[in-house]
């Protein structure tokens, strides 16, 4: 009897599992169109989400805003937000009472509030101990910029910033170069410092004109609050007369004169006059 040889049964034994698998292959069904639909979808949706999750969300806010400064009994208190895909990423106050102990007590109050309204996200903070008065006009301007921020369309001052500092507030282009049809808004000016306390100035702006005026800060305390209670508010009407910056000073009130007229020209500046 003729033995086989034990390369050849190895051959044959190898060409018999190839055949094998070339018949499962073939007998396996076709890869199911939905699956492939559903796997080729899967990208671009992934990519969509990504790009919307990079950008905070089609209804993302970004921008500043700037709370009502609010008066106390030691001086006006204003804050101002930065918000970033509808959150707070920074607060600061703007405004704060200052000279004598009110500068210490502020540089110690002030820090503590805005690290409390960035970890709350609102206005539900602690008062400081010792800067009661600060603290409550802190939280109500604090609020109010908070209430802008959700009332501002698509974001929070999205293209310009509502800035106690000096920025034009309530949208548009302060002045919009003098155009009898640029929309009415206001502007504060930069603040200045005297030797008696600071003077900012704040006015409304309609068609290239001077409507209204307001110092929003201006000495107090003694005798500088009977002084600039009966200075400002000539200070005001001759802003508003002139519709500029050359304004005599009051008698009496040289230092709130020449601070209001140096806020006045600032805002001036910023809204295009």
């Known amino acids: 009897m003729r033995k086989t ?8 034994a190898g060409a018999a599992t190839v055949s094998g698998i070339v018949l499962l292959l073939s007998l396996k069904p076709a890869s199911d169109p939905a ?10 949706q992934q990519t969509a989400a990504a790009q919307e999750s990079a950008q905070g969300g089609s209804a993302a806010q970004a921008g500043t805003v700037t709370g009502d400064a609010v008066r106390t009994q030691y001086g006006p208190v204003q804050v101002r937000l930065t918000v970033s895909g509808g959150k707070v990423t920074e607060v600061e106050a703007v405004q704060a009472p200052s000279g004598g102990r009110s500068t210490e007590v502020t540089n110690t109050a002030v820090p503590r509030l805005n690290r409390a ?22 939280k109500q301007s604090l609020q109010s910029a908070l209430d802008k921020v959700e009332k501002a369309p698509g974001g929070a001052e999205s293209g310009g910033s509502a800035e106690a500092g000096g920025s034009a507030e309530a949208g548009g282009s302060a002045g919009a170069g003098g155009s009898a049809e640029a929309a009415a808004r206001t502007v504060t000016g930069e603040t200045v410092k005297t030797q008696y306390g600071p ?48 304004i005599d000073a009051v008698s ?11 806020s006045l020209q600032s805002a001036l500046d910023q809204a295009g006059g």
């Open 199 to 246: 003077v900012q100035v704040r006015i409304t702006v309609d068609g290239g004109k001077i409507t209204a005026a307001e110092a929003v800060q201006a000495p107090s305390g003694g005798q500088s609050t009977q002084i600039n209670g009966n200075a400002v508010p000539k200070l005001n009407a001759a802003a508003v007369a002139a519709g500029s910056a050359d």
């Open 252 to 262: 009496g009130a040289t230092y709130t004169s020449n601070g209001y007229k140096q």
């Open 35 to 44: 699956s492939a639909s559903a796997a080729g979808d899967a990208a671009p």
């Open 117 to 138: 309204a960035l970890a709350t996200q609102s206005a539900e903070i602690d008062a400081v101990t010792g800067a009661t008065y600060t603290s409550s006009g802190y």
């Open 5 to 12: 040889h034990p390369i050849r049964r190895v051959v044959l």
